[in-house]
């Protein structure tokens, strides 16, 4: 599933060494358009055996979930003219059933077959000559989304149907995620206990790391062409996702259009909201929520996280400040999972 990574980069902060450094197998590579990296602590699993079970399950994930796969589960069913409910994987079902979660949950603001607004807004090979879509364009793709509408999942039978027949799925904002807790499976399978799990940005860890010490992972700051770290957290058995919208965006008339686009208004996000860091139990929940707080801004995002609990980090731009002057807030789960004061 080939697209352009959203997400801030995550960087790996060593701790102090231990007298005897266990054993590390590091496997890495590229799958969903993007990088991934595994680091398996203290096992004696063998590591060419490791390395072709992580391949074969990356491989099944993007057989299932890959949009740029027109034999993917999820590019057949998109491309049926049929309206009638079809037989489903458990894992397309178990993606799509978090997906509805979400898009019930952020009022709509997580969608998955947002698909006709990201095609109109050029996202993404757009030309810079091409003309920011019109309200009537906008109205138009807007009636060809809205997943609670489109999309009916019967998880009881198995089966997915849609009440249009061009609607179409994208499953770029959640099934990274659901990748890497595959692998995270894959990993315990094998008899790893101590772990990262990293594709493109997103990652999911448990137990120690090689020093022996909490995973620590840093998020950075929210500046195009820079790795800085605006944070360090500790993370043990919790998925993490970052999404940003400082990297992906084009300018025309000296107004800049994001790619985070909001499915109620069919446009571009407008507010000051740069970059959200999502912790969940898994990274596909990570993953999906990190999208939707990223759309929904800080202010409204906050009081969403506060109402479910979720552990979430808003950087912002400060209105009073220049584009290089940030505000940070955080929910109060994200306090807790911390363990901070």
Not at 9 to 17: D, N, T
Not at 125 to 131: A, M, T
Not at 262 to 285: C, F, K, W, Y
Not at 315 to 336: C, L, N, P, Q, W
Request: glycine share 10%.
């Amino acid at each position: 599933m080939r697209f352009v990574p959203i997400l801030a980069v995550v960087a790996l902060v060593s701790g102090c060494f231990l007298d005897k450094e266990p054993e590390v197998v590091r496997l890495s590579g590229e799958t969903m358009g993007t990088t991934f990296n595994v680091t398996a602590i203290g096992t004696e699993v063998d590591e060419d055996a490791l390395a072709a079970a992580v391949q074969e399950t990356l491989a099944k994930v993007n057989a299932k979930m890959s949009n740029w796969d027109p034999n993917s589960e999820v590019s057949v069913f998109s491309a049926s003219a049929s309206t009638e409910p079809v037989p489903i994987s458990d894992e397309f079902g178990l993606v799509i059933a978090a997906a509805e979660d979400v898009h019930e949950k952020s009022g709509g603001t997580f969608d998955v077959t947002l698909g006709p607004l990201i095609e109109l807004w050029g996202f993404g090979p757009r030309k810079p000559e091409d003309p920011v879509p019109s309200d009537a364009d906008i109205q138009n793709a807007l009636d060809r989304v809205g997943q609670s509408r489109l999309l009916v999942l019967d998880r009881e039978k198995g089966t997915l149907a849609k009440s249009d027949a061009g609607v179409g799925i994208n499953l770029s904002a959640i099934a990274k995620g659901y990748g890497i807790d595959a692998v995270a499976e894959t990993l315990r399978d094998a008899g790893v206990e101590d772990y990262m799990v990293e594709i493109g940005g997103d990652l999911v860890t448990k137990g120690d790391n090689d020093k022996g010490e909490t995973w620590r992972i840093g998020i950075e700051k929210p500046e195009a062409g820079a790795q800085n770290l605006q944070l360090i957290v500790q993370l043990d058995d919790l998925g993490m996702a970052t999404s940003g919208d400082y990297k992906n965006f084009f300018e025309q008339d000296g107004v800049r259009y994001s790619h985070i686009i909001d499915p109620i208004t069919g446009r571009p996000i407008t507010h000051r909201t740069t970059s959200v860091t999502v912790l969940a139990e898994n990274a596909m929940m990570a993953d999906a929520w990190a999208t939707a707080m990223l759309a929904l801004g800080q202010e409204k995002g906050l009081e969403l996280a506060e109402k479910y609990k979720l552990a979430v980090y808003f950087i912002s731009r400060d209105v009073t400040g220049d584009e290089e002057a940030y505000i940070t807030v955080h929910s109060s789960a994200f306090k807790d999972a911390l363990g901070t004061n």
